[in-house]
């Protein structure tokens, strides 16, 4: 089980092969454990055509969870503010589904609902519908109708009162569009902030220590480029007057991973003309806002001015 917030694997030790591994496989694998005196034996079969066993005398298990938050894939142009969070709630739902609650928190727990209402998992991160994987439930209806009552939106808990009494194609439609609108602003920063803190419960991923290095240099090199165009904060998240930039990280495993995959940073960049604005307002529709990804940061020097 590897993803951007767990990684487990199996070690067999005292480990011999008997017969052949097709790269590739060659059609359905089945495994079958067994065990002889001292020595287990895991019967692989690839398909019709080939089987192999791998006989070991110990099995360990590593597992290791990591903070998620800053994580960032853009697969998907459009309200790239609900499909980040969208895939950091699939993330922590799938380490449940395949690992148990063991590997996670209270605050993830009560996450997991978040994947259960329909509207949310609409804006999916894949050009994939998620619907099949998390059909829409009761729960998830009812988890996020408090969450809009904790962010003090009546309007969206009046919408999904009105779906729970008329339950629709139509109005679950409505309510993922919904989502879109300024102000469902309050439940986006609920959403984030809850998010964030059950994240911040783990370690950051570490590498070797040369990769770390590198990692850090390059969070400090984004931190000084945007200080010396004016921009104010903390990394990830920075602003200069109606301009706000996140940055958003994509990471390589710490196991198994392919040869030339690197750590790598894109930016969300919202543009908010009039008042106050929290992490990607720009995003939302509304008068004076627009949100877009930027893979690097040349493009500040075509707006070296507040916009």
């Known amino acids: 089980m590897m993803n951007d917030?767990?990684?487990?694997?199996?070690?067999?030790?005292?480990?011999?092969l008997a017969g052949?591994?097709?790269?590739?496989?060659?059609?359905?694998?089945?495994?079958?454990?067994?065990?002889?005196?001292?020595?287990?034996?895991?019967?692989?079969r690839q398909g019709k055509e080939n089987t192999f066993a791998l006989w070991f005398k110990e099995m360990e298990q590593i597992l290791k969870c990591f903070q998620y938050h800053r994580i960032g894939h853009f697969w998907v142009e459009g309200q790239e503010q609900w499909r980040q969070l969208v895939y950091l709630a699939g993330t922590i739902y799938d380490k449940f589904e395949y690992m148990g609650e063991t590997v996670c928190n209270e605050m993830e727990k009560e996450l997991l609902k978040l994947m259960k209402f329909g509207p949310f998992t609409?804006?999916?991160?894949?050009?994939?519908?998620l619907e099949e994987k998390y059909p829409p439930t009761c729960e998830g209806l009812e988890y996020m109708r408090s969450l809009a009552v904790e962010a003090g939106d009546p309007g969206y808990v009046r919408l999904i009162g009105l779906y729970q009494r008329f339950p629709s194609?139509?109005?679950?439609?409505?309510?993922?569009?919904?989502?879109?609108?300024?102000?469902?602003?309050p439940l986006y920063q609920l959403i984030w902030k809850k998010v964030t803190a059950a994240s911040e419960s783990y370690p950051e991923r570490e590498y070797s220590k040369e990769m770390n290095r590198k990692i850090r240099e390059r969070r400090e090199q984004t931190a000084r480029i945007?200080?010396?165009?004016?921009?104010?904060?903390?990394?990830?998240?920075?602003?200069?007057?109606?301009?706000?930039?996140?940055?958003?990280?994509?990471?390589?495993?710490?196991?198994?991973?392919e040869d030339g995959y690197s750590f790598r940073i894109q930016f969300m960049v919202?543009?908010?003309?009039?008042?106050?604005?929290?992490t990607n307002s720009g995003f939302f529709n509304g008068w004076g806002r627009r949100g877009w990804i930027e893979k690097d940061l040349s493009f500040l020097e075509a707006c070296s001015k507040p916009l």
């Open 270 to 278: 919202s543009e908010c003309r009039k008042g106050d604005f929290g």
């Open 5 to 16: 917030a767990l990684e487990c694997c199996l070690v067999l030790k005292e480990c011999t």
């Open 169 to 185: 194609r139509c109005l679950q439609s409505l309510l993922a569009r919904a989502l879109l609108a300024a102000a469902r602003e």
């Open 226 to 257: 945007l200080e010396r165009e004016g921009f104010t904060g903390v990394y990830p998240e920075f602003r200069r007057g109606t301009i706000g930039i996140v940055a958003a990280e994509e990471h390589p495993f710490t196991m198994l991973e």
């Open 122 to 129: 609409s804006w999916s991160p894949i050009k994939e519908s």
């Open 20 to 44: 052949e591994y097709i790269p590739g496989g060659c059609g359905e694998i089945k495994g079958e454990l067994v065990r002889e005196d001292s020595t287990w034996g895991l019967i692989v």
